[in-house]
C-alpha cells in the first residue's frame, strides 16, 4: 500500500470517528429521519474509507441525496431571517464538498488525478457561465442584493459541480453516476407507488407507523407519489428528465443484463411517474418514450414492426392496468384543470408585469416576492403564507410557474438569453455524445437528450427545473453527457 494510499484511509477512519462520536451524543435527541439521515451518511463515508473510492463513493452519495427534497435554512442567526429567500444548504452539499476535499487532499500528497483535455468542447463551466455573469450584475442592482446573492449562490454550485465533473470524470466514476442515476430512479418509483398504494399520507415514514396522516396543505398531494422530492409535481418532472435514458439504453444495447436491468429501471420510472398523477409530465413522458423509439427505428437499431408491436402491448398493458382507476383518473383530468391552467396563467401575467418594469436584467435574482404583489396580491399572500411551512418541512415557498418567464421577471432578457444558452449547451453535449458512442452508451445519451427537452418542455408550466433536485441535475448530466466522447465512449 502506498504512502498516499495509507495517509487517505488514516484521514478517513479520522473523520468516521468524528462523526460516530457526533452521531453518538445527538441521536437520542432526534428524531427517525435525522436518525436515518445520519446513519445513511455513516454508511457512505465508511464505505469510501474501506473501499478506498471516496470519489466514487461520495459522487453516488451527492446524486442519491438530491432526490431528498429539502431545504435548511440555517444561516438565520447571521445573515437575519429572510423567509424563504434566505441562504440555505441541501443534503447534497455535504457530499460535494467532500468531492471538493477528496480532489484537495488528492493533489496535496501528491496523487495523480485525470484531466481530459477535450479538443473541440467548451471549458467545464462554460456553458453556465454567462447566466452566472448576468445573476451578479442583476444581483448587485437589485432592492435586495442580499437576496439576489443567495440565488447566485446556487449558481455558483452549479459552476463548481461543473468543474470537478470536467476534471476527474474518468470510465469508472461516469458508470458508477449512471448507475446511481437508475438506482435513484428506482428508489424513487418504488416508493412513490407503494405511498398510492398504501395511501401513506404526507410523510413517507408514516407508511411505517413513524409519519402523521396529510392534512391542511398536504390535501393536494394526498395519495399521489411524491417519492422523498415531498411534492408529486417536483417527483414527476425529475423522472420525465431521467426515465428516457434508461429506455434508450434497453434499445440500444446488446447485452442481455443490461437491457433487463435498464427495463426494468424503465418500468418503474414510468409507474412512479403515472403514480404521480401529474398531467403532463404523464403525457410528455409517454411522447419522449416514443421519440426514443422512433429514433431507434430511424438508426436502425430497433425494426419498426417490433416498436409498433411493443407499442401496443404497452398500451394494453396500461389499460388493463389503469381499467379499476377509471373515475379517479377522469376526476384528476378533469376536476381542477380549468382552475390550474386559471392559477398559471395568472401567475405568467405578474411575471410579465414585473419584466416589463424591468426589462434588460430583470428585478433580480430571488427578488420577485417584492412586486408581485403589487401585480398579484393574492400570489404574494399564497408565498408569504407557505413560509410558514419553511421551518416545520424544510422547504422553500414557490416561485413563478413557469421557469422560463421566471428567468425573464428576474434576470431580464439578457439573464433569459443566457439561461436559454446552458439549456441549448446541454443539448449539445448529448447530441456530440450520441454521434461518439455506440450500443448502451449512445441510448442513453439519445434518451437523454430526448428527456432534456421534454423536461424543458414541461417547464413551461412549471418551475421544477429551478427546485435543486432537478437543477444540480441537470449539471450532472451536462457533465456527463460532456465526457462521452473521452470517456464514457470506452465503456465496452
Same mark, same amino acid.
Given at each position: ?267 418503474? +420510472? &414510468?409507474? $412512479?411517474? *403515472? %403514480? ?6 404523464? =403525457? /410528455? ?126 434576470? +431580464? &432578457?439578457? $439573464?433569459? *438569453? %443566457? ?6 449547451? =446541454? /443539448? ?65
Amino acid at each position: 500500500m502506498t504512502a498516499g494510499r495509507i495517509a487517505t484511509n488514516a484521514a478517513g477512519v479520522v473523520a468516521a470517528g468524528m462523526l460516530c462520536t457526533m452521531l453518538a451524543a445527538v441521536v437520542p435527541e432526534v428524531g427517525p429521519k435525522t436518525a436515518i439521515a445520519g446513519g445513511f451518511a455513516l454508511l457512505l463515508l465508511l464505505s469510501a474509507v474501506v473501499s478506498g473510492l471516496p470519489k466514487e463513493v461520495f459522487l453516488a452519495g451527492y446524486i442519491l441525496s438530491l432526490t431528498y427534497n429539502r431545504q435548511y435554512f440555517a444561516f438565520d442567526a447571521w445573515l437575519g431571517a429572510s423567509g424563504s429567500n434566505g441562504l440555505y444548504w441541501i443534503p447534497a452539499d455535504p457530499f460535494l464538498f467532500l468531492l471538493l476535499g477528496v480532489s484537495v487532499w488528492e493533489r496535496l500528497i501528491g496523487h495523480r488525478t485525470t484531466h481530459v483535455h477535450r479538443v473541440g468542447a467548451p471549458p467545464g463551466a462554460g456553458p453556465v457561465l454567462p447566466f452566472l455573469a448576468v445573476c451578479c450584475v442583476s444581483a448587485l442592482l437589485s432592492q435586495r442584493p442580499d437576496w439576489g446573492f443567495n440565488d447566485v449562490y446556487r449558481v455558483v454550485k452549479f459552476a463548481i459541480l461543473l468543474l470537478w465533473l470536467h476534471y476527474n470524470l474518468n470510465p469508472r466514476l461516469w458508470l458508477v453516476a449512471v448507475c446511481t442515476f437508475a438506482a435513484a430512479i428506482a428508489m424513487q418509483s418504488a416508493l412513490g407507488v407503494l405511498q398510492v398504494a398504501t395511501n401513506a399520507g404526507s410523510g413517507l415514514l408514516s407508511m411505517i407507523g413513524l409519519g402523521t396522516a396529510a392534512s391542511g396543505v398536504a390535501a393536494e398531494i394526498e395519495n399521489r407519489a411524491r417519492g422523498t422530492m415531498g411534492h408529486p409535481n417536483y417527483l414527476a418532472p425529475y423522472l420525465l428528465m431521467v426515465v428516457p435514458a434508461a429506455f434508450g439504453a434497453v434499445l440500444y444495447s446488446r447485452r442481455r443484463p443490461v437491457i433487463l436491468a435498464s427495463a426494468a429501471v424503465a418500468a418503474l +420510472g &414510468v409507474a $412512479g411517474t *403515472v %403514480a404521480t398523477a401529474s398531467r403532463s409530465p404523464i =403525457v /410528455i413522458l409517454a411522447a419522449t418514450m416514443s421519440l426514443v423509439a422512433a429514433t431507434a427505428v430511424w438508426q436502425r437499431v430497433l425494426s419498426a414492426r417490433m416498436a409498433l408491436g411493443c407499442g401496443i402491448l404497452a398500451l394494453g398493458l396500461l389499460a388493463a392496468v389503469a381499467l379499476p382507476f377509471t373515475d379517479k383518473i377522469a376526476q384528476r383530468l378533469e376536476g381542477d384543470l380549468t382552475a390550474s391552467v386559471d392559477f398559471r396563467l395568472s401567475y405568467n401575467l405578474a411575471a410579465l408585469a414585473i419584466w416589463d418594469d424591468h426589462p434588460l436584467l430583470g428585478i433580480g435574482p430571488n427578488n420577485s416576492i417584492l412586486e408581485i404583489g403589487r401585480h398579484a396580491p393574492l400570489f404574494e399572500q399564497i408565498i408569504r403564507s407557505l413560509d410558514e411551512y419553511r421551518d416545520a418541512a424544510n422547504v422553500r415557498a414557490s416561485p413563478v410557474h413557469n421557469v422560463y418567464l421566471l428567468m425573464l421577471s428576474e434576470t +431580464g &432578457v439578457v $439573464g433569459l *438569453v %443566457a439561461f436559454l444558452y446552458l439549456l441549448a449547451s =446541454v /443539448i449539445r453535449r448529448g447530441v456530440r455524445g450520441a454521434a461518439a458512442s455506440e450500443y448502451a452508451v449512445r441510448g442513453i445519451c439519445v434518451g437523454a437528450v430526448i428527456g432534456l427537452l421534454g423536461q424543458f418542455t414541461q417547464q413551461t408550466v412549471d418551475f421544477s427545473l429551478w427546485y435543486d433536485s432537478s437543477w444540480y441535475t441537470l449539471a450532472l448530466m451536462a457533465g456527463l453527457l460532456g465526457a462521452v466522447p473521452d470517456q464514457a465512449a470506452r465503456i465496452g
